[in-house]
């Protein structure tokens, strides 16, 4: 039996690995267009940022390592243009096909370059190594004073960060109303007035039509950075007849099948499902890719695993203060259906002796069923491992009355008596 | 309706505040034998190491403000030394006698003294804010260069590290086998090293009979803090014909009720039932007591409510380490009848490139329903977010397969790719 991933940063080599642990005799093969496997992706803005030293400290394992250790081919600079899933092979540039059983597709996404003057100098998309490499060089030898970020989500927030830290002027657009693509109005409030202190302006429902190198929309710049949001990588699966869904990234079963027998997809080529509304979303995050690579090279290798979905969870660093989502915003519930009600809370994180810093807190429940569906959490400490509660809650489709009651951790040290969760389900439950 | 509360601390005072919000008519009084109301037990030992400048800082409220602000009557210097249910009135040290139609019990717990020479000159006990002054006192006055410290427990651990900040040697006696009543070999060992590096020497399966101020079972000291645990306060309430439980504290429905009609309890005085076990417990913490308090003040005041338990949540500051436990142990989930199966990882708590520090997650799942029932978390970052996931997942009765997939926050400043909890429930999976 023969295993071809396409494709070797997060979803494709969890899907290798993880199906060499369930087959050991499995042929597994990793074809991956770019120079470097294994890099964290996720690490590009730090390294801009210059916590970071270089970029070999985001290379997680070489293709040596994946040979040695798990016996898994892992070849670079194997681009493929084509799968002929009727002949079971795929074609790579060049020429060379390459035979498969089971064949998983982790193509992944590139930045939305749609926009006139994307390819002029100055205008940089952060997708690769290399693209991190010349922007960086950008930095320290052009010097550049002010730049336009294009996209307020998570990456157009973290490279504003970036650029502030290099003493650039920032201007963000953003095309919708909102940033991190919430419709979460109170959330886009605070973070605006939170990069406001931080000297970065952001300018939300303004939509580029183009870029130049030294302005954008009347914003005089001498850097672009375009981060309006990732294109799934489905060309080369659309051709080879696999379905992609509505949001335009390709559509798979709970075990990460393809239409295609045999043909699985994973990462941020695909969609996955949204466990609030049960449809499909299309979400790429590195830790959503893994977990889907796990399970389509489970299945590749003869086991029956599935991955139910995500709950929309993602964290964002923006100048020193931790700002996290989870599920569904109220603006976003009512979109989908429900019948949303909500409590936003600040209270502190560890106790006042202690000099807790607020934490802001927001839940979504759902009238009807009186469960949690949404919520936000912002702050400066103990923002993960928070929002990471209501996940887990949302997942469990937890109600807001036992929400209240949760045994949470209280040391000084830690957290408050109440912690600023309980204080806010509290707050939902007196309306709820 | 009067609604006569005995104890002004968390339990208490909760009960108080929340009767108030439910009725604003009733007439309440809240009555504490001691001279503060309202402040954080929990904050005692950061009084004496220093990091809480003084012991007003702990103050929350004063008798003022609940009188001013909430319209409840606090009196402190108010010792019930009589409930005379028959007649619905307690009465005063003195002879007052005060009536009530709805009687909260939270007259908390006291430490644990039962040892030959606790009275001694030199020998500590940490209940109230007095004895922390005292404390603080003899260590700026007296210059102690050993300590003792009698009991492993979460006090105990937080003494330990006071105590070594002051420049002492310390020793500490615990009677169990291992810290925090946990019943776990491995979290035991990880404690008793990091306490080793720190110069703190753990005894354990030493049960001390008597002490003295000079020296304690052969340790030569000249000081000793008794942190053997807690004694719940029943005394009171078992003359006037409140029924006890098993673990002697005072035996409670799940509104709170005990078994005098009219007559609420809760906090350190009370038991309160196990989410894993469902059997009864006495885990007198801080943060329960305020849960049960809000329990009790709402149904002493016409509405009905319930506290469903505790997943056994407990997080302690070791010498810069977070230590958190909840649910089960390994050996406790055998005891209780489970069928346990353990698994342990150290991961990174961020990327490597973030300079992730080590996290130690031990999960414990039950085999026949592959449900989680208790975990451990120890690190010096993130510990008390991710010990409440693993409380969040505990009390919804996750199966690890689900938390395996769960979608934890990722991002490099916050958390890695793969969160320990995660790849901590693969682990167990492997053998489930």
């Given at each position: 039996m023969r295993l071809v991933v396409i494709g070797g940063v997060a979803a494709g080599l969890s899907a290798a690995a993880r199906a060499r642990r369930c087959d050991p005799c499995l042929e597994i093969t990793v074809l991956e267009?770019?120079?470097?496997?294994?890099?964290?992706?996720?690490g590009l803005p730090y390294y801009l940022e210059g916590r970071?030293?270089?970029?070999?400290?985001?290379?997680?394992?070489t293709p040596e390592y994946f040979r040695r250790e798990r016996n898994i081919a892992v070849r670079t600079g194997a681009e493929v243009v084509a799968v002929e899933h009727s002949r079971r092979q795929v074609t790579l540039a060049g020429g060379e096909r390459a035979p498969y059983d089971r064949l998983v597709v982790a193509t992944g996404a590139r930045p939305d370059r749609s926009i006139d003057g994307a390819g002029e100098p100055g205008v940089f998309a952060l997708s690769g190594l290399e693209d991190a490499r010349r922007l960086r060089s950008f930095l320290i030898e052009?010097?550049?004073r002010r730049a336009v970020v294009i996209g307020a989500g998570y990456q157009g927030l973290e490279m504003a960060e970036v650029l502030r830290t290099h003493g650039l002027a920032v201007t963000v657009f953003e095309a919708?109303?909102?940033?991190?693509?919430?419709?979460d109005a109170a959330l886009t409030d605070f973070v605006r007035r939170h990069l406001e202190r931080f000297r970065v302006e952001l300018r939300l429902a303004t939509r580029v039509e183009s870029v130049e190198p030294e302005s954008v929309a009347g914003v005089a710049c001498d850097l672009v950075v375009l981060a309006a949001g990732w294109k799934p990588n489905v060309e080369l699966a659309v051709e080879a007849g696999i379905q992609v869904g509505r949001t335009g990234a390709i559509r798979l079963s709970e075990?990460?099948?393809?239409?295609?027998?045999g043909v699985y997809a994973a990462g941020d080529c695909a969609e996955t499902t949204h466990?609030?509304?049960?449809r499909p979303v299309y979400l790429p995050l590195g830790t959503t890719a893994n977990k889907m690579g796990r399970v389509a090279g489970a299945n590749a290798a003869g086991r029956r695993e599935g991955f139910p979905g995500v709950a929309g969870t993602c964290i964002v660093g923006v100048c020193g203060l931790g700002v996290a989502v989870t599920g569904l915003s109220g603006a976003q519930a009512r979109q989908e259906g429900f019948d949303p009600l909500e409590a936003r809370v600040e209270a502190p994180g560890k106790p006042r002796y202690f000099q807790g810093q607020p934490v802001a807190v927001t839940l979504v429940a759902d009238r009807g069923t009186r469960r949690l569906i949404g919520g936000t959490v912002i702050g400066r400490d103990g923002v993960a491992g928070r929002i990471n509660v209501l996940a887990t809650a949302i997942t469990t489709q937890m109600r807001v009355e036992d929400l209240a009651q949760l045994d949470l951790a209280y040391a000084p040290p830690f957290a408050p008596v109440w912690d600023p969760i309980l204080i806010a389900a509290q707050q939902l439950l007196k309306d709820l």
């Open positions: 267009k770019g120079a470097a496997v294994a890099w964290g992706a996720c970071v030293g270089c970029l070999e400290d985001l290379v997680v394992h052009k010097r550049p919708q109303r909102d940033v991190l693509g919430r419709h075990r990460m099948e393809t239409n295609l027998a466990l609030v509304t049960g």
